[in-house]
């Protein structure tokens, strides 16, 4: 386990922000996070649990105590009609996705390319084109702070929904996770109903399903690496039936998505983009021109201009339509994760300028 004084983070958050923190620990074995379950900052819950940093915006430039689990390792079982992938939470999860389907075992095709650890992936149920890190998601293994064990959760105890776990809920900050267990069924059938791969044959395999994949994130996402980004910084709001009616009276055309309870998500993108807000830019930051969701750093900026654009982006959509637009991203301050509601020290944005 190290322990360095003052290490920057800049490179550990795909915003590319300034950060520091005084203690970051990377344990990779159980004796370390029971050291760690001891310490004044971990029970204090004055800690962030860092993966690759592609969900996370630090906004103040002093970070707390950062936690880095560094477990590594990917095994392969294979029994008569699935595969069982065991594989650490430090693993990169592309580079699992590739492995995977290199090795013959199909399923994660879909979710190709998406930033950041394995052992983030079951926080907020990773998901795209159809299929979510729930639907081959066997066990979770998770080290509790509380009683300095390790639990294995089954897919049903993790809470599994959209975006969403009991790592978000009841064992929010309660420990972490050091392992995740798949299970892939031999039998397989590609998912290709969605918009952009429904023009793949019906026989296309799941190197050919992974390859369309990227290609569609390239041409639709800024790669963090050219253009420092998190991804959809808001999450799609939930809207009751009634007040979804309200809006449909004035915008005949809103994007909408009915919910089994009966009520409707709307696209938190198209909502910032009808605010006339895509492509703005406030100092070094801004909203991508080609996607409204995404808040970009072109270059210098700090985690609290990319707050000051995202409390304008919320205010401005608020006032057209009455909904509140929250944030999917993790939001850090010295104290650790914060609501977004929490963070009061913001510049008030009065315009965007536009290239
Ligand atoms: C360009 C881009 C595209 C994206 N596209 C998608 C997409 O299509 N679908 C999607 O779902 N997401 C997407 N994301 C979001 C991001 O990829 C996921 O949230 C990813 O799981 C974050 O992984 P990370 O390791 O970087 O997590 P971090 O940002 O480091 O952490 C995210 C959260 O997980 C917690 N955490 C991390 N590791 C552990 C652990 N071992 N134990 C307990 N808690 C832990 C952190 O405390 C934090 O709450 C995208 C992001 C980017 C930048």
């Known amino acids: 386990m190290n322990s360095s004084p003052q290490e920057c983070l800049q490179t550990q958050n795909s915003f590319n922000v300034k950060a520091f923190s005084r203690k970051v620990l990377r344990p990779s074995n ?39 689990p560094k477990f590594s390792g990917i095994d392969i079982i294979e029994h008569d009609s699935y595969f069982s992938v065991q594989v650490g939470a430090s693993e990169n999860w592309h580079n699992l996705v590739c492995l995977c389907i290199e090795q013959g075992i199909n399923g994660l095709e879909n979710l190709a390319l998406i930033p950041g650890s394995v052992g983030a992936a ?21 080290f509790d702070f509380s009683n300095k064990k390790v639990t294995a959760l089954s897919n049903h105890d993790c809470q599994f929904g959209y975006r969403d776990s009991i790592f978000k809920g009841a064992l929010y900050n309660k420990g972490v996770i050091t392992q995740v267990t798949l299970n892939f069924p031999k039998s397989w059938q590609g998912k290709t ?102 808040l970009v750093n072109y270059a210098q900026g700090s985690g609290k201009d ?16 009455n909904i509140e637009i929250i944030p999917e991203v993790r939001m850090i301050s010295v104290l650790g994760e914060q609501a977004f509601t929490a963070f009061n020290h913001f510049d008030l944005i009065s315009e965007l300028t536009y290239d």
């Open 30 to 68: 159980i004796e370390a996070l029971q050291d760690i379950a001891e310490m004044a900052e971990v029970i204090e819950q004055h800690f962030y649990i860092l993966g690759e940093g592609s969900n996370t915006l630090f906004v103040d430039e002093q970070a707390p105590l950062i936690i880095q």
């Open 122 to 142: 079951p926080v907020q149920n990773i998901g795209a084109y159809g299929v979510e890190f729930a639907d081959y998601c066997h066990e979770v293994t998770f």
């Open 193 to 294: 109903s969605y918009h952009g791969l429904n023009t793949l044959p019906a026989t296309a395999t799941a190197k050919t399903i992974m390859d369309a994949v990227i290609q569609l994130r390239q041409s639709k996402l800024p790669d963090p690496d050219e253009l420092p980004n998190a991804g959809s910084f808001f999450k799609n709001p939930v809207i009751s039936e009634d007040e979804f009616k309200r809006l449909q009276k004035d915008y005949p055309s809103i994007p909408n998505y009915p919910q089994a309870n009966g009520e409707m998500k709307l696209a938190a993108g198209w909502l910032i983009e009808q605010s006339g807000l895509k492509g703005g830019i406030y100092k070094d930051v801004g909203i991508h021109k080609k996607q409204a969701l995404v």
């Open 306 to 321: 990319i707050l000051s654009l995202a409390k304008y982006i919320q205010q401005q959509v608020k006032a057209k339509f």
